[in-house]
């Protein structure tokens, strides 16, 4: 009788059956929930902390690398002028490219400086205060440098004094927050300055390519040609270095555990910084090396001339560089994505 239906102990090896199956299927049901929420808890966890940047230390030798390069450069060229004119015109034409090596040179010694300070401490003032500090030791070094190899006039104090204010500036860039962004913009414009220095070998060939000829409009058209040439390239390998360092740092920050890799908006400035940095250049250019492009540019009609060809050139190339560099970084990103019906099978 015991066991019938309806019986006392019937009742229990049927509750049993039926509650074990229920059981399974609330925790089947509820295992994935539990996953995403734990998984979104250690993502929103992780996003307090930004993700470290990687070979800081590489980084800040070849910046620095690249700025004495330039500096030495520079002094051969002007060495080289039979008369203070022509040095006064070579040391025009040569200020960006210094600026530029100085601007990227303090940032990267900066972060190289500001990283281990970060990992140490959340104190973001102490941060921008080793970076600031490392910037200005760049740049006073490079001013020392000036001075001493150098012809002490005019144009070596301004050539000096605009360096080491760019070093400074770039000191003060690599105090952000964000490292990996600040690296990946590091990486990006030095490996664009590089390429701006490199492709000077293929000017001539693509001079011809575009149809220079001997009248005045087609040298125009295909100089137009080449620089738009130069710009593009320059562009898409920003994006492509600054994707390429910034998913190195996700990785890391991934297999590390300890932040959270960069997301889409981080890659949208690291394309864009190498132009944006350019463009920086520019303005330190226009301020702090003024009176040297006066000078040169009160030379002669042609020098003036010159000065205004060559200043509009370098800020369409900062701004193609910016766009194509911007656009280039988001696309890699975006394409590295699964599609939403992907995530949801």
């Keep these: 009788m015991s066991n019938e239906p309806g019986g006392p102990t019937a009742a229990q ?6 509650a074990d199956p229920g059981a399974d299927d609330r925790s089947g049901a509820a295992g994935p929930d539990a996953d995403d929420q734990s ?6 966890l992780d996003a307090s902390r930004p993700a470290p940047a990687p070979a800081t230390t590489a980084l800040a030798l070849l910046a620095t690398g690249w700025l004495a390069a330039m500096l030495w450069s520079t002094r051969e060229a002007i060495s080289s002028a039979t008369a203070g004119v022509t040095a006064v015109s070579l040391s025009a034409f040569a200020l960006p490219g210094v600026i530029s090596a ?15 300070v970060a990992r140490r401490t ?9 970076a600031i500090g490392a910037g200005l030791l760049v740049g006073l070094l490079a001013a020392l440098a000036i001075d001493l190899s150098y012809a002490g006039d005019v144009t070596t104090r301004t050539i000096a004094g605009t360096t080491a204010a760019a070093a400074v500036i770039g ?26 220095v490199a492709f000077s070998v293929a000017r001539d060939p693509l001079f011809n390519l575009f149809g220079a000829g001997d009248s005045q409009q087609s ?7 080449v620089s738009r040439t130069e710009s593009l390239l320059a562009g898409l390998i920003a994006g492509g270095l600054a994707f390429g360092y910034l998913t190195w740092a996700r990785r890391r920050a991934v297999r590390d555990g300890g932040a959270a890799g960069p997301r889409w908006p981080a890659y949208l400035v690291a394309g864009a910084g190498p132009g944006l940095l350019l463009l920086l250049s520019e303005v330190i250019i226009r301020i702090g090396g ?19 060809s060559l200043g509009t050139s370098r800020v369409d190339n900062a701004i ?19 599609a939403p019906a992907d995530d949801e099978a």
């Design 39 to 44: 998984g979104a808890a250690g993502d929103h």
């Design 102 to 116: 100085a601007l990227v040179a303090g940032a990267a010694v900066g972060l190289a400086a500001g990283e281990p």
């Design 219 to 225: 040298l125009v058209n295909a100089a137009s040609w």
């Design 320 to 338: 193609w560089v910016l766009f194509v560099g911007a656009l280039t970084a988001v696309v890699s990103f975006g394409r590295t994505l699964g």
């Design 290 to 308: 003024r009176s040297l492009i006066d000078l040169a540019a009160a030379l002669s009609e042609a020098d003036a001339v010159a000065q205004t």
């Design 13 to 18: 090896p049927d509750q049993s059956d039926t």
């Design 122 to 130: 959340e104190r973001v003032t102490l941060r921008f205060a080793v």
């Design 171 to 196: 000191g003060a860039l690599a105090g952000a927050r964000n490292g990996a962004v600040v690296g990946a913009v590091v990486a990006a414009a030095l490996g664009t300055l590089i390429f701006v």
